[in-house]
């Protein structure tokens, strides 16, 4: 693969990168984060990471992703500031369509709507991919336990109970599963006999960061939560938060991360030879690429959830069941077929061919059916794709 493009920004209150990983048909998408200590490193590791998801799951774009540096205190006038000032920056990018970005952490509509702004564009209210990444991660979860074989109720920890991994928590089955240990970033808290879910929002509404200091359990050290025994620890927080170190501790039986790019080298190694099974991020992920696709396209939300229902969760199902814990590695197979596919695009003509041009152009005049169809075939055909992968790679 080539090198990335790097376009770097800053102003009296920010840094910002944008790194564009790879372009599909002159295109590439990814969100676009803020925090007080965003590095370079994490934005390209992110970057990357959208790439293999769009190339695993067969969508017509290239990764890319954002990041802002900010301070946590600015006043929300130098915020806005700042936010304008980068929009302008990465604005020549934007407006000729190599790079749209979307929601990411600490970055909702209005961030963004200051960002496209400064970029000299409109946005309209854009699609909450956070919510269809959730819905899909709850089956990824349970796909998980069925391939596992695990017995009810299956014992799960969060790492950063926050908007995006709640949702799960709340539309997993009780009787199914327990959340025993969650973490935020002001510590951790566990509760053999589980939380309830309506307590966890009550309380996360009330006291947010100090949702942890609120509920009934045992406090924890906020690195303990990645040591909990439980079934399947679901990692939601920053990249690379199991280093080698972690991994030697962790006592999941499986990781279902909801977090981009979560593992650093040589944790993965490690988790296999201890029996530790690991899913990648931009898989158990994925289908909020594909719901809000689908929903851009006008497809009802009863129709996303029952394709994450019959084809998503047993594609996650099939490839648990078809790796002993040890050999082959979920991580492994998953990279070698999304790599494979990225660079089969990355030598591809970048012009995007004459009928596809034309399709573009036509189908916006189209009554919502034909691009809701074409939508969903598209997505059919990906998840084909991707079982006849995962049973060649494992085979």
């Not at 990411?104 to 209005?110: H, K, L, Q, T």
């Not at 309830?196 to 009550?202: H, I, T, W």
Request: overall charge positive; glycine content about 10%; hydrophobic content about 40%.
């Amino acid at each position: 693969m080539e090198s990335p493009l790097v376009i770097t920004g800053s102003g009296p209150c920010h840094e910002g990168f944008l790194v564009i990983d790879s372009l599909f048909l002159e295109h590439s998408s990814g969100g676009a984060r803020i925090g007080p200590d965003m590095m370079l490193d994490e934005v390209r590791d992110l970057a990357r990471e959208m790439t293999l998801k769009y190339a695993l799951s067969h969508l017509h774009r290239g990764g890319a992703e954002a990041g802002l540096r900010l301070a946590a205190d600015l006043d929300p006038t130098r915020r806005r500031d700042a936010l304008l000032g980068f929009g302008r920056q990465i604005g020549p990018v934007v407006r000729c369509g190599m790079y749209s970005s979307g929601m990411d952490m600490n970055c909702g509509f209005e961030e963004l709507h200051a960002i496209y702004a400064g970029a000299g564009l409109p946005v309209g209210r854009p699609t909450d991919t956070s919510f269809y990444t959730a819905l899909g991660l709850a089956d990824a979860i349970r796909g998980c336990a069925e391939g596992l074989n695990l017995r009810a109720p299956v014992t799960l920890a969060i790492e950063g109970f926050g908007n995006f991994a709640a949702h799960p928590a709340g539309v997993l089955p009780a009787d199914g599963f327990r959340v025993t240990a969650i973490s935020r970033v002001r510590g951790a808290v566990s509760h053999p006999e589980g939380f309830g879910f309506d307590e966890l929002q009550r309380q996360r509404a009330a006291h947010l960061d100090d949702l942890v200091h609120h509920l009934s359990g045992t406090s924890l050290p906020l690195e303990a939560l990645l040591a909990h025994p439980v079934d399947i620890l679901v990692p939601a927080t920053r990249t690379g938060s199991i280093t080698e170190e972690v991994a030697s501790r962790i006592r999941a039986r499986a990781i279902v991360p909801a977090a981009n790019a979560p593992y650093r080298p040589g944790a993965i190694r490690l988790l296999g030879e201890r029996g530790v099974l690991c899913l990648p991020g931009y898989l158990c992920n994925a289908d909020g690429v594909f719901g809000s696709s689908l929903a851009d396209n006008r497809v009802s939300l009863k129709a996303v959830k029952e394709i994450s229902l019959t084809r998503y969760r047993p594609l996650i199902r099939t490839l648990v069941a078809m790796c002993p814990p040890r050999n082959p590695c979920p991580v492994t197979i998953v990279d070698a077929i999304a790599t494979s596919e990225a660079e089969l695009r990355a030598r591809r003509a970048p012009q995007r061919p004459l009928r596809r041009r034309l399709w573009d152009r036509i189908s916006r005049r189209f009554p919502p059916v034909f691009p809701r169809r074409a939508m969903l075939r598209l997505a059919s055909e990906a998840f084909d794709a991707m079982n006849r992968d995962f049973r060649k790679e494992t085979a």
